[in-house]
């Protein structure tokens, strides 16, 4: 973090009827009187100790500034045979002295970024950077930037925020010949549903449980971006790891869907108590919103109760948005690629919002800026999950790209706002939005584009509270 300081001007004030190198004798014979070093011309650099602003104050300062009767301010340097009291006490009763105190400087307290133990597949430590480029700085979202602003406060990871993750399911567990994923615990999973406990046969899905088990590893993929245990020796890094997670299964095992299994799942989500909702998930994008009324309905059910809903553009490659992104009360997310550039799946349109890391190749996309295009794809996002189809065996699969991949970085970065507490206790929906577009790192043409919406999503700035907070205003109430 750059460091910024605020200091006290030399003030150059009006000499009066007091010739220029009388008053700059004047304020030497009294420091030299108190065995003081001054700075005695107006413009003059002086040595100080910065005060931090969370740290020591103003008694810690060795160096005093002293207001003259004559309108005149010089510093003075304590002696190192002073103490920084009696020097105070004894120019404070000078004549012609109107008052002195010591010289601080304020600046904001910068913070180490937070590299976890976690060992990746090369099984060193922090090893996890060699795979997660998703996650690092440059055309990443810039995770230890981000992690360090939730630690400083006291919320590591976003803790106390719950992220709903609408998918496939999550390995949540270890039941009904299923295993729980490796680098999750128990206690990061708060109570979810199943609607879609059987694959359909007109539907993509049918019946319903209480147990929102995955069958095909894309919803593991995708909680383990969210909120992954961290730090903890084992596998990768999770963004918002301090979240708790919300299983709800609306996709089957082949990862199919319909509208009334994901609308039961927003509003399930909504009225249980998720702070987000996070829909890894597309229809066609020539699905239009009269043919999914009731999956507009659950959002604006979802928007009515504060909740901030993220969604996947689409990875059809096309000019327009996927539904349900494209819904006003969604927040859309496009994909870009390891050099910087739009991933070439990824669907554009007036209606996309943020982009984040999806993977893959590069769309052909001026280059400039952050976009380096490359002959070759660039790496897609690891994270843990099934190897293969078998739910039992879990590993870093190579072959996991898309703008499912993107939206899960945006939801986790919502929470960990959330979780700083730089927009307030409660923040809106529209709140989030405006945070996370105002934050990003813009690309391509200046200003927002159909390419890039606002930018590259960045978590580490998103999260900085020294980024002012651009103000909001709040749209009419969404109806139940």
Request: aromatic share 6%; proline share 7%; net charge neutral.
């Amino acid at each position: 973090m750059v460091r910024v300081s605020v200091d006290l001007p030399n003030v150059s004030l009006s000499l009066r009827a007091v010739p220029r190198a009388r008053a700059a004798v004047g304020a030497l014979a009294l420091a030299a009187s108190l065995g003081l070093a001054s700075s005695a011309t107006a413009g003059a650099a002086a040595p100080v100790l910065r005060a931090h602003a969370a740290g020591v104050g103003g008694a810690a300062s060795r160096e005093l500034v002293v207001s003259l009767r004559d309108g005149r301010r010089r510093y003075a340097q304590v002696g190192p045979r002073r103490s920084v009291r009696a020097a105070l006490t004894e120019l404070r009763g000078r004549a012609g002295v109107r008052w002195v105190r010591p010289r601080v400087v304020a600046h904001a307290a910068a913070v180490t970024p937070y590299v976890p133990d976690d060992p990746g597949q090369a099984g060193v430590v922090a090893g996890w950077q060699q795979m997660q480029w998703n996650f690092l700085p440059g055309v990443g979202v810039d995770a230890p930037r981000a992690w360090a602003n939730l630690l400083a406060v006291g919320r590591p990871g976003g803790r106390g925020v719950i992220i709903a993750a609408l998918d496939t399911g999550v390995a949540y567990a270890t039941r009904d010949g299923m295993e729980r994923s490796p680098d999750f615990t128990s206690s990061q999973f708060v109570k979810g549903y199943d609607f879609c406990a059987h694959d359909g046969v007109e539907l993509a899905c049918s019946g319903r449980d209480a147990f929102p088990e995955d069958r095909n590893g894309h919803g593991t993929h995708v909680a383990g971006t969210l909120a992954e245990a961290t730090n903890n020796g084992i596998g990768l890094t999770g963004l918002a790891y301090g979240a708790r997670i919300m299983p709800v299964k609306v996709l089957n095992s082949d990862g199919a869907g319909d509208e009334a299994s994901i609308a039961a799942g927003i509003r399930f989500a909504a009225k249980h108590g998720a702070d987000i909702i996070n829909l890894s998930l597309e229809f066609d994008s020539d699905v239009t919103a009269g043919e999914i009324p009731d999956i507009l309905d659950a959002l604006r059910y979802a928007r009515s109760r504060g909740v901030l809903v993220i969604g996947a553009s689409g990875n059809e490659g096309r000019r327009a948005v996927a539904y349900p992104a494209r819904a006003d009360d969604v927040l859309s997310v496009g994909a870009t690629t390891e050099h910087g550039c739009l991933s070439d799946y990824s669907n554009q349109g007036t209606r996309l919002d943020l982009v984040a890391p999806g993977g893959g190749s590069d769309a052909a996309v001026p280059a400039g800026g952050l976009c380096q295009p490359a002959p070759t794809a660039g790496r897609d996002i690891f994270q843990e999950t099934y190897r293969g189809r078998h739910n039992r065996t879990f590993g870093f699969p190579s072959d996991y790209e898309g703008t499912s991949m993107a939206a899960p970085q945006v939801s986790a970065t919502a929470a960990l706002i959330i979780a700083s507490g730089i927009l307030g206790p409660d923040p809106s929906p529209e709140a989030l939005k405006a945070r996370l577009k105002s934050t990003a790192r813009d690309l391509g043409p200046p200003g927002p584009d159909e390419q890039y919406g606002a930018g590259l999503i960045d978590a580490g700035a998103a999260t900085d509270p020294a980024v002012p907070v651009t103000p909001v205003t709040a749209p009419p109430p969404a109806a139940p």
